[in-house]
């Protein structure tokens, strides 16, 4: 893979970062782009570093497997927002909206507090479709859902 600007070029092995992924982690990688901020999506402020968030990403990559496959589940968003949780690193957290509290209690920036956990769905929503799209943008029509319909 090549990066950097015209004038300083950077190439990256793409089979040798593979190789160094956790197992099963490859087809989960979309997901984790875009439920963690990227061109199209926003991000979650204030949770972690990218490092940091990478390193959650190899323990619990698990929680993100089926996102942006098929029907977005309420399976599917409790899944995404416990990865979010673990982000965070609230281990004894059930929800964001715990999670919220808990920061809270310790801040007086509201900034600096995850989003709710309704505003978090639409998050996940918004990186599920995201994900559909780049899963099928190799396909000349892509069988897209109707955006409106994965919002409601």
């Not at 089979?15 to 782009?33: D, T």
Request: charged share 25%; hydrophobic share 35%.
């Amino acid at each position: 893979m090549m990066a950097g600007t015209a004038t300083k070029r950077k190439y990256f092995n793409i089979r040798a970062i593979c190789a160094n992924l956790p197992p099963g982690s490859i087809s989960v990688h979309l997901p984790f782009h875009a439920l963690n901020g990227c061109d199209t999506m926003s991000y979650i402020f204030n949770h972690t570093t990218k490092v940091s968030a990478w390193n959650t990403f190899k323990e619990k990559h698990h929680l993100l497997k089926s996102l942006c496959e098929g029907d977005l589940t309420p399976k599917k968003i409790k899944d995404a927002e416990m990865f979010i949780c673990t982000l965070y690193k609230w281990k004894s957290v059930g929800s964001v909206n715990e999670g919220r509290a808990l920061l809270f209690s310790k801040t007086v920036e509201p900034e600096a507090v995850p989003p709710t956990e309704d505003a978090l769905e639409l998050h996940i929503k918004r990186a599920h479709y995201q994900g559909f799209v780049w899963k099928h943008e190799a396909c000349q029509y892509p069988d897209l859902p109707n955006p409106d319909e994965i919002m409601k």
